[in-house]
């Protein structure tokens, strides 16, 4: 079920809105998720608002580079990304770790074999 959430960096430079389902959640083995610990649950572009913190991050990219890896520049939390659902719609990748009001161990992400790809 999609509800509303807040979220943001550990500093407070960075604070957004989104809607998500957090039924859909994912984890990853990836070279990036895997060390980070993130929990991911996507959501389209228009149900993500960046309230603040543009002018405090900076982009991190790997392999084939069509994801814009966001973090804080203050505090180093990536709490989002923004890329491409594979039918091309643009969405952001939300670190649920970072949202406020959520225990995302008491979640059952589905895994996906990132590593593989």
Excluded: W
Excluded at 27 to 38: H, K, S
């Amino acid at each position: 079920m999609q509800r509303h959430y807040r979220g943001g960096c550990q500093c407070g430079a960075v604070s957004f809105d989104v809607d998500l389902d957090l039924d859909q959640s994912v984890t990853c083995n990836c070279a990036r998720c895997q060390p980070l610990g993130a929990v991911l649950a996507f959501a389209p572009r228009g149900r993500f608002v960046l309230h603040s913190g543009a002018e405090n991050l900076t982009e991190y990219r790997f392999n084939q580079r069509e994801i814009a890896h966001l973090f804080c520049k203050t505090c180093g939390i990536q709490s989002f990304s923004y890329g491409q659902m594979p039918d091309g719609s643009e969405m952001a990748a939300i670190n649920v770790n970072t949202l406020k009001g959520v225990d995302p161990r008491a979640l059952s992400p589905t895994h996906v074999d990132g590593a593989s790809m």
